[in-house]
């Protein structure tokens, strides 16, 4: 599965930004998907998570109420609706999918990472 993240772009605080994640290759039809971010001098840290059927989702404490993840198993895609960014959002933003077997959101329990995308939220 090979993975590509696009969306990512310079905002205002308060602003909003839809992150993309589109597969291709061999795609799973029973892969959870998941966004994680990395700041600048920050380990890589857990967003959201998705199941292929789309209802089950599941964020950090963070971002709850803030952003959305969502899916289009038809165009192979997750997204990412970020509203009300704020500063410390500012990082690159990774897809990825987790692994077989694995329940967890940690970045061990994720594969496939795509190349990233680099968000900022200026104050």
């Known amino acids: 599965v090979q993975l590509q993240a696009s969306g990512g772009g310079l905002v205002q605080a308060g602003g909003s930004l839809r992150l993309s994640c589109a597969a291709s290759g061999r795609t799973f039809s029973s892969t959870t998907m998941g966004w994680f971010r990395q700041a600048p001098g920050k380990v890589r840290e857990f967003v959201a998570a998705?199941?292929?059927?789309?209802?089950?989702?599941d964020y950090a404490d963070s971002v709850k109420g803030r952003f959305t993840i969502s899916g289009d198993n038809g165009k192979n895609t997750v997204y990412l609706q970020m509203n009300s960014l704020k500063p410390e959002d500012t990082a690159v933003y990774y897809c990825?999918?987790?692994?077989?077997?694995?329940?967890?959101?940690?970045?061990?329990?994720?594969?496939?990472w795509g190349q990233g995308t680099l968000v900022t939220v200026s104050s």
């Open positions: 990825a999918t987790r692994r077989f077997l694995r329940s967890g959101n940690s970045d061990a329990d994720f594969s496939n």
């Open positions: 998705i199941n292929r059927n789309g209802d089950i989702t």
